[in-house]
């Protein structure tokens, strides 16, 4: 049985990943301080976490997998940036050293992290290589790289940088992720859409496709239609830049639906109702938090690949195949 501990642990996505693969594997603990995503987690999963921030954790996990904050990394954030005492949202990535640190002796295997590509850029990359260093200084051999979610199947071009740290002296190779060919948008948009996602706010209405660039808003960005792929599911839908508006037969355009921005971050529908349920939509209203928990979740099938190679037996692991075809660890 492969044990995890999820740390800013959100809806889940690692979780549903291994789900998918079916390998057999154990939560050990999923530590996530927003009351609503662990809400929507237990109806998914377990019923049994409550909110907790990651400060002061200590576990034995065989894959540890955190997505810090990505707020201050963000282009879309203020950038303050992440290093350990800036005090921002996403210098909480630094609790995860100090976690293992207090591990002693015994450290997982793996360390997945995952964020916004612009935690590599230039005004951001110190705190990124300050993680890096820490993690070296723990016994661990990092790789990174900047995977796209439509190299795995999904219609979504969401770009976010993985880093993969391995215990011991080897590299993870990216090279051998497995891709998959991206699969029509078509595939993850309902058929009908009620009439509330039809954008008609004036603000919205100014920016919609084939509309006059108007000049000194939002840099003259304008909504793009979806056609081939959704641009990054975002927090939000209502605003502009968004992933992208839908086409109506009647010459209107629409938002995404939140069913659709799950759909698209590689959840089930069962996972979406098991949401929905805890959180149901008001009248006419769009659903904030659904939407909020999409736009901050990892995309599973990029997940699946990378636990796939993880698990595969390359890594010095003690992982083996058993007669169902399931991953198992060896005790």
């Given at each position: ?9 959100g809806?889940?996505?690692p ?11 154990k ?36 894959i ?15 950038q ?10 996403s210098s ?9 640190e ?6 997982p ?15 951001m990359?110190?705190?990124?290589n300050h993680?890096?260093?820490?993690m ?48 029509s948008v ?29 000049p ?21 839908q ?18 995404l639906?939140?069913r ?5 971050m ?66």
């Amino acid at each position: 049985m492969v044990k995890i501990l999820e740390l800013f642990g959100g809806i889940g996505a690692p979780r549903k990943a291994l789900i998918n693969l079916g390998v057999d594997h154990k939560s050990i603990d999923y530590v996530e301080w927003n009351e609503k995503a662990v809400r929507t987690y237990n109806a998914m999963f377990d019923n049994r976490y409550k909110p907790e921030s990651v400060v002061g954790y200590s576990l034995q996990p065989d894959i540890l997998i955190h997505g810090s904050p990505c707020q201050d990394f963000s282009i879309a954030g203020k950038q303050y940036g992440g290093n350990v005492a800036d005090g921002t949202r996403s210098s909480l990535l630094f609790e995860t050293i100090r976690i293992i640190e207090n591990l002693g002796v015994w450290k997982p295997r793996y360390v997945i992290w995952e964020n916004v590509k612009n935690a590599l850029s230039k005004r951001m990359v110190s705190a990124f290589n300050h993680y890096l260093s820490d993690m070296e200084d723990l016994g661990y051999t990092n790789t990174y790289q900047v995977l796209d979610a439509r190299d795995f199947g999904i219609p979504q071009a969401r770009e976010r940088v993985f880093t993969v740290s391995v215990l011991g002296d080897k590299y993870f190779d990216f090279s051998r992720l497995r891709k998959t060919p991206m699969r029509s948008v078509s595939d993850f948009l309902e058929k009908e859409a009620d009439e509330k996602y039809i954008v008609t706010q004036p603000s919205m209405v100014s920016k919609l496709p084939g509309k006059p660039i108007v000049p000194g808003t939002f840099g003259g960005r304008m909504l793009e239609e979806v056609k081939d792929y959704v641009h990054t599911i975002t927090t939000k839908q209502m605003r502009c830049p968004n992933s992208g508006v839908v086409r109506v037969d009647d010459g209107r355009w629409r938002y995404l639906t939140e069913r659709e921005c799950w759909r698209l971050m590689g959840f089930d529908d069962e996972d979406f109702d098991a949401a929905l349920k805890e959180h149901p939509s008001r009248g006419r209203f769009l659903n904030g938090t659904l939407y909020h928990q999409a736009g901050n979740s990892i995309v599973v099938q990029v997940l699946e690949s990378i636990f796939e190679l993880l698990l595969s037996g390359d890594y010095d692991t003690d992982f083996s195949t058993n007669e169902e075809g399931q991953l198992e660890l060896i005790c």
